[in-house]
């Protein structure tokens, strides 16, 4: 059974920075490409960023570049995303989530290209 956790969401005022964490078991970790997505009240699930399976490549919205970083540490079935200078317009739901497919040398940022999912961590910044 395949299971991502989601960590490290909270509140912070504008300007500031968290970093959540999404531990995977259930499936070699290694292998698959990751993503992180995030829902804000009344708005559909939007991309957020995603690393392949290596972790050589990266892809981030527009919206992000430049302040979010993601990365993962394969020995520890993690991925991470790094957010700095928080606005209150990325308040929101994130969540993780594991690509269908194994050793995509691209990373996806289409929801439905994604298998499993995480329950989704709570951020909200405020102005």
């Known amino acids: 059974q395949v299971q991502l956790v989601e960590s490290g969401g909270g509140l912070v005022q504008a300007g500031g920075s968290l970093r959540l964490s999404c531990a995977v078991s259930g499936r070699t970790f290694s292998r698959y490409a990751m993503g992180w997505f995030r829902q804000a009240p009344g708005k559909e699930r939007e991309f957020v960023a995603a690393?392949?399976?290596?972790?050589?490549?990266?892809v981030y919205a527009d919206s992000v570049k430049g302040r979010f970083t993601v990365s993962r540490d394969n020995s520890k079935n993690t991925v991470y995303l790094q957010m700095n200078s928080l606005a209150p317009e990325d308040t929101a739901v994130y969540y993780c989530a594991e690509d269908r497919n194994y050793y995509s040398n691209y990373a996806k940022t289409l929801d439905y290209e994604y298998d499993y999912w995480g329950q989704g961590t709570q951020v909200t910044v405020s102005s």
């Open positions: 690393i392949t399976w290596s972790g050589l490549n990266t």
